[in-house]
């Protein structure tokens, strides 16, 4: 796993502790952490795979996110057939933190 992501383990354990507890929230994180390093040594979608998607997509980024990136986010929406992409202004990446009448208004303009 690569340092910067070594560094942010201990503020999203305390997130996931917060948000599952009392559930087995550690169990959350290990299969989190497992997943996201599996993700990037091998990101199971290729961007080959996108082109097989038939259905319209709506793909939403805040734009004070650091788990994903504007970058990442445009390369995905170039590769799909049929998508919208929206940029969702002082919003980071825990959906819980967005604000939610924006969400709703973007998420109800895409389903028409």
Do not use: C
């Amino acid at each position: 796993m690569q340092k910067r992501s070594k560094k942010k383990i201990p503020s999203f354990a305390a997130a996931l502790k917060e948000r599952h507890h009392p559930q087995n929230w550690k169990l959350v994180l290990e299969k989190t952490i497992e997943m996201l390093a599996e993700m990037g040594d091998n990101n199971p979608l290729q961007p080959e795979d996108y082109l097989t998607i038939g259905q319209p997509a709506l793909l939403m980024l805040g734009d004070r996110d650091k788990m994903v990136t504007l970058e990442e986010t445009l390369a995905v929406y170039k590769d799909l057939p049929d998508a919208q992409l929206s940029v969702i202004p002082n919003t980071p990446h825990p959906i819980e933190l967005a604000n939610t009448k924006r969400l709703a208004f973007e998420i109800s303009s895409f389903l028409g």
